[in-house]
């Protein structure tokens, strides 16, 4: 990541640790991983038919984390993904962490507060990784009603949970014209990481980072720091990077190939 920039816009995906939640919720059954994480859909889903068998943050592990580093001009400075070449969650999860306490940018998500952070900060519990010490200040990362160090998307868009809107980052991002959901959704990605299709996780994790980018810059137009006029160009500067990105390292071919434009008219 470069040095120095303003703000960290980034998504991460997930796999279930199926380990960790056999030994936590069925240690005394005698079943395999697999059958414990089978049982543990089959309850969910009968219990709360209305969450898909959404599994509980504390059983996920970061498997990819698409990351922006964007300057205080909000203009995109790098497009990558984070980790090394194996792309393990420890490496993935360690470089989060380093870039957070080395650079202090402000974090910007989309419901980060309510999964992404958790999930990380639980990891740095297992992996004992040090965290600065602002990320735990009483106006620190963590609290809700504070964007010094951390902006949550959908805290900003939703009021901080006072108005639900059906659809979450693939409708912000569909009013401005950009791809949103495509052909991969969130609730494919266990079953593309059974089948090792890395790749394809990740190039839809820097989908979402891309459509986290735009949904920000809108909110930035809102409350005044940019023009719209300030936006289009950034827009249209993210466009020829997104270009760059797919002709170099083959990812963002499908996002650009469904990239459109804001259009005023219409609603």
């Known amino acids: 990541m470069p040095s120095p920039f303003r703000y960290l816009v980034y998504d991460i995906e997930s796999a279930i640790n199926k380990p960790l939640l056999n030994r936590v919720l069925y240690a005394s059954k005698g079943l395999t991983d697999e059958e414990a994480y089978q049982d543990h859909l089959k309850e969910l889903n009968e219990k709360e038919p209305e969450r898909n068998g959404f599994i509980n943050p504390a059983f996920h592990k970061p498997i990819a984390i698409a990351a922006l580093a964007v300057d205080a001009d909000f203009s995109i400075l790098r497009i990558g993904l984070l980790g090394n070449e194996s792309r393990e969650t420890p490496a993935i999860v360690e470089h989060f962490w380093k870039i957070y306490n080395d650079q202090q940018p402000t974090l910007v998500d989309f419901f980060g507060r309510g999964f992404d952070i958790r999930v990380l900060e639980l990891w740095a519990f297992m992996l004992g990784i040090r965290i600065d010490g602002r990320h735990f200040a009483q106006y620190g ?127």
């Open 141 to 267: 990362t963590r609290h809700k009603f504070s964007d010094k160090w951390h902006l949550d998307l959908h805290d900003f868009l939703t009021n901080f949970g006072a108005v639900r809107f059906k659809g979450g980052l693939n409708l912000f991002s569909k009013i401005l014209g950009k791809p949103g959901k495509m052909e991969t959704k969130g609730s494919m990605v266990q079953g593309l990481y059974e089948e090792g299709k890395i790749f394809e996780i990740e190039d839809y994790c820097l989908g979402d980072a891309m459509d986290t980018y735009f949904v920000f810059l809108r909110t930035r137009v809102m409350v005044g720091e940019i023009s719209l006029e300030r936006e289009r160009e950034l827009v249209e500067k993210a466009r020829s990077q997104i270009e760059e990105k797919a002709k170099s390292d083959g990812y963002l071919k499908l996002y650009l190939a469904n990239f459109g434009e804001w259009k005023r008219e219409g609603y």
